[in-house]
């Protein structure tokens, strides 16, 4: 008999012995933050003053002002929405003799409910929530007499008229200078009830009620005109350069909502540093596997806004934020803004470009979607074997 193996040994983990770890244990993944001077900055005090930004505060303040609609856009859009408001509400209410489907709810989602809502893209979106389900012929039936409603009003205020579209997520109603869409989806206890042959797409109706949460959110926490700015200068950068084009539009919310309000002191930083903030952190792996990124508001706990996007998207949009970041760096907002653009049209996210004697070339892919070769040591044997043999 071996000593302390029967009372705690070594041998015997059940009382107090050192035996080996179960095996089963679950891991826990550690999700990491990127490295954030803004937080950081206590622990790393500044030992010289802040270098003098205000090229770059007023060339976003200029570039802003070109991304705001105009007067004329705002009031197209505007007398389009209440319109179709109008009618709507009066479909929920008083529905008359419309029967192809029951309304429950009307409300109205995207830029421009958050006001962010940018020159040339006069579109507004609504969101209908029905009683019954949604079906296709329902959705048709609500599109011609929104149509019909919509028509009689601006023949009475002798106006243009409009028509309307049926498309995969409900319908567009369009008149001069203006659009909106018509995003139809159910009650939440109409989703386990939806046939793939008969009603809308399950994850289009979904994506129409998280549409409704996220402008509640925001409406209530990111009411700020700096974030607002900011979100146009993201959508922006975004539509011009393709490693950003993946990021949604409730991803560049969070992001400038993150910039401009979580900091140390809680105020809203300048528009020029939360910028180059936002540049560092998708440039320092915010949006990457692996990083805590930032928490959706509007989903469940532990829910990632990021995790929409594929692994091959992630880093591409990490690669390119590193690019530009170096480009702004290095004196080159103005082109980073399309406030000036580059020589030959050429995208300075994807072109090696030189920059007052430095040189800024993009980073090639770190993910590869190629599947991993599999053990051939059997086949090569087999394959030698036969070589030998004939």
């Given at each position: 008999?071996?000593?302390?193996?029967?009372?705690?040994?070594?041998?015997?983990?059940g009382?107090?012995?050192?035996?080996?770890?179960?095996?089963?244990?679950?891991?826990?993944?550690?999700?990491?933050?990127?490295?954030?001077?803004?937080?950081?900055?206590?622990?790393?005090?500044?030992?010289?003053?802040?270098?003098?930004?205000?090229?770059?505060?007023?060339?976003?303040?200029?570039?802003?002002?070109e991304?705001?609609?105009?007067?004329?856009?705002?009031?197209?859009?505007?007398?389009?929405?209440?319109?179709?408001?109008?009618?709507?509400?009066?479909?929920?209410?008083a529905?008359?003799?419309?029967?192809?489907?029951?309304?429950?709810?009307?409300?109205?989602?995207?830029?421009?409910?958050?006001?962010?809502?940018?020159?040339?893209?006069?579109?507004?979106?609504?969101?209908?929530?029905?009683?019954?389900?949604?079906?296709?012929?329902?959705?048709?039936?609500?599109?011609?007499?929104?149509?019909?409603?919509?028509?009689?009003?601006?023949r009475?205020?002798?106006t243009?008229?409009?028509?309307?579209?049926?498309?995969?997520?409900?319908?567009?109603?369009?008149?001069?200078?203006?659009?909106?869409?018509?995003l139809?989806?159910?009650?939440?206890?109409?989703?386990?009830?939806?046939?793939?042959?008969?009603?809308?797409d399950?994850?289009?109706?979904?994506?129409?009620l998280?549409?409704?949460?996220?402008?509640?959110?925001?409406?209530?926490?990111?009411?700020?005109?700096?974030?607002?700015v900011?979100?146009?200068l993201?959508?922006?950068?975004?539509?011009?350069h393709?490693?950003?084009?993946?990021?949604?539009?409730?991803?560049?919310?969070?992001?400038?909502?993150?910039?401009?309000?979580?900091?140390?002191?809680r105020?809203?930083?300048?528009?020029?540093?939360?910028?180059?903030?936002?540049?560092?952190?998708?440039?320092?792996?915010?949006?990457?596997?692996?990083?805590?990124?930032?928490?959706?508001?509007?989903?469940?706990a532990?829910s990632?806004?990021h995790?929409?996007?594929?692994?091959?998207?992630?880093?591409?949009?990490?690669?390119?934020?590193q690019?530009?970041?170096?480009?702004?760096?290095?004196?080159?907002?103005?082109?980073?803004?399309?406030?000036?653009p580059?020589?030959?049209?050429?995208d300075?996210?994807?072109e090696?470009?030189?920059?007052?004697?430095?040189?800024?070339?993009p980073?090639?892919?770190?993910?590869h979607?190629?599947?991993?070769?599999?053990?051939?040591?059997?086949?090569?044997?087999?394959?030698?074997?036969?070589?030998?043999?004939?």
């Open positions: 008999m071996v000593r302390g193996v029967g009372r705690g040994g070594r041998g015997m983990p009382r107090g012995g050192m035996g080996r770890p179960p095996f089963n244990r679950p891991r826990v993944l550690m999700l990491r933050p990127p490295f954030d001077l803004i937080l950081a900055e206590p622990a790393f005090p500044r030992c010289k003053p802040a270098p003098d930004d205000s090229a770059l505060t007023q060339a976003l303040l200029k570039r802003h002002a991304l705001c609609p105009t007067p004329s856009e705002q009031a197209a859009v505007l007398s389009l929405v209440t319109k179709l408001q109008t009618v709507l509400d009066n479909l929920v209410v529905p008359g003799d419309f029967v192809a489907c029951q309304l429950e709810e009307v409300r109205q989602v995207g830029s421009y409910k958050k006001g962010t809502m940018m020159a040339g893209k006069n579109v507004a979106d609504i969101v209908v929530i029905m009683k019954t389900l949604p079906t296709k012929e329902a959705v048709e039936g609500l599109a011609n007499k929104v149509n019909e409603e919509v028509n009689k009003l601006t009475t205020e002798g243009g008229a409009v028509t309307c579209t049926s498309n995969e997520r409900g319908f567009t109603v369009s008149a001069a200078g203006a659009a909106v869409r018509v139809v989806t159910t009650l939440h206890q109409n989703l386990r009830k939806l046939e793939p042959e008969v009603h809308l399950y994850k289009v109706i979904s994506s129409h998280a549409a409704i949460r996220h402008s509640r959110w925001f409406e209530e926490n990111a009411h700020h005109s700096s974030i607002k900011l979100i146009r993201l959508r922006d950068m975004c539509a011009r393709s490693g950003l084009e993946p990021l949604t539009p409730w991803m560049i919310d969070l992001l400038a909502h993150h910039c401009i309000m979580n900091n140390p002191a105020q809203a930083l300048p528009i020029n540093v939360a910028f180059r903030r936002a540049l560092s952190l998708l440039a320092g792996g915010l949006f990457l596997p692996g990083c805590a990124g930032l928490p959706d508001p509007c989903e469940a532990h990632r806004a995790t929409a996007l594929d692994l091959a998207a992630q880093d591409h949009a990490a690669a390119t934020a690019t530009l970041l170096r480009v702004v760096a290095r004196g080159g907002h103005r082109y980073v803004l399309g406030l000036q580059f020589e030959g049209g050429k300075i996210s994807t090696i470009t030189v920059w007052d004697g430095v040189v800024v070339s980073l090639a892919p770190a993910y979607d190629t599947p991993e070769p599999m053990d051939t040591d059997d086949k090569d044997e087999e394959g030698a074997q036969d070589g030998v043999a004939a």
